[in-house]
């Protein structure tokens, strides 16, 4: 039973920074937070992992330029969204949205992994994209067509994707590093990357009621949450450990509504059950890699 414990604290987690990152629209600008829940992270990583990095720099110097991209992508450009996003959009359909994270993992995986998604798969994606269309437009899906959909709800896309393309190049490349020292090196990059628009933004300053949400992201999200996570990997299997990652927006919808008091409106049911249904076909449609010739395997990176 203990491993199922790491994939649910995880979630649990990652839910909670969701609505973290909503309770931070109100005392902190995005750049601000987004850089100092790295830079928090870093901090305390640094101890335990600098030396380590350092003994193993020769293994790590030929992977700097994919180090880069993925603390880039999965990091600096994904979270930094988020916090933009929880100005203009509710945290329940940041989660909704979410939700689409291993539905774009499988169609980015069709030309960087070679999978072939079976019938399921494809049913999968057909049901949830009009579910996340519901949510978007508040039960009016029409009214994208006329209106488009929000900037906040645009920009959660945009993040979801940006992680999708994390998730399989991450994959893809399969860099023979320690997951400690991965991690490590990926926040080093966001802290970089994320400087010059911190220094560029305005600025709210550290405050008692800003730092808690500072030290949650920093240390809860951005430490424990990974941490449980690949032990939960290592428990259970990649393919099973997805599952519960499609707790996330009903952890989201329950904590949003429990500590910010947004309404659980028919259409966000409607829509998270519609996602929820489709995500858990596709997973289901998902298939073995097909044999591709290895030059279309080859990494261009």
């Known amino acids: 039973m203990l491993q199922y414990l790491y994939p649910l604290l995880a979630v649990l987690i990652w839910s909670g920074n969701t609505v973290v ?4 629209a109100g005392s902190i600008y995005p750049a601000e937070i987004g850089f100092y829940r790295w830079l928090l992270a870093g901090l305390l990583f640094t101890p335990f992992m600098l030396r380590p990095a350092w003994r193993n720099r020769q293994a790590i110097r030929p992977h700097v330029l994919k180090i880069s991209a993925l603390g880039a992508l999965g990091m600096a450009v994904y979270q930094s969204l988020a916090y933009y996003a929880a100005h203009r959009t509710s945290a329940i359909n940041m989660g909704i949205v979410l939700a689409l994270m291993p ?23 057909v049901v949830s994209l009009p579910g996340v269309l519901v949510v978007i437009s508040s039960g009016h899906p029409a009214s994208v067509a006329t209106h488009g959909m929000g900037s906040g709800d645009a920009m959660m896309l945009i993040a979801t994707l940006a992680y999708a393309i994390y998730s399989v190049l991450l994959k893809r490349w399969q860099l023979k590093l320690p997951a400690l020292q991965l991690l490590y090196l990926q926040i080093i990059v966001a802290v970089l990357l994320l400087l ?17 949400l500072i030290a949650f992201a920093g240390v809860f999200a951005s430490m424990l949450a990974p941490l449980a996570w690949m032990r939960g990997v290592a428990a259970l299997g990649p393919s099973r450990m997805t599952l519960f990652f499609n707790l996330l927006p009903l952890f989201t919808a329950l904590i949003a509504a429990g500590v910010l008091g947004e309404p659980l409106a028919r259409y966000h049911l409607a829509g998270g059950a519609l996602t929820l249904v489709g995500v858990l076909l596709t997973e289901r449609g998902q298939n073995k890699p097909a044999t591709v010739p290895p030059a279309a395997c080859k990494n261009t990176a």
Do not use: C, D, V, W
């Open 21 to 24: 990152n909503k309770l931070a």
């Open 196 to 212: 010059p628009l911190y220094l560029a933004s305005p600025k709210a300053g550290l405050t008692p009621a800003n730092m808690p």
């Open 103 to 125: 539905l774009m993992t499988l169609a980015l995986s069709i030309p960087l992994l070679g999978q072939r998604p079976g019938l399921p798969a494809l049913l999968g994606g």
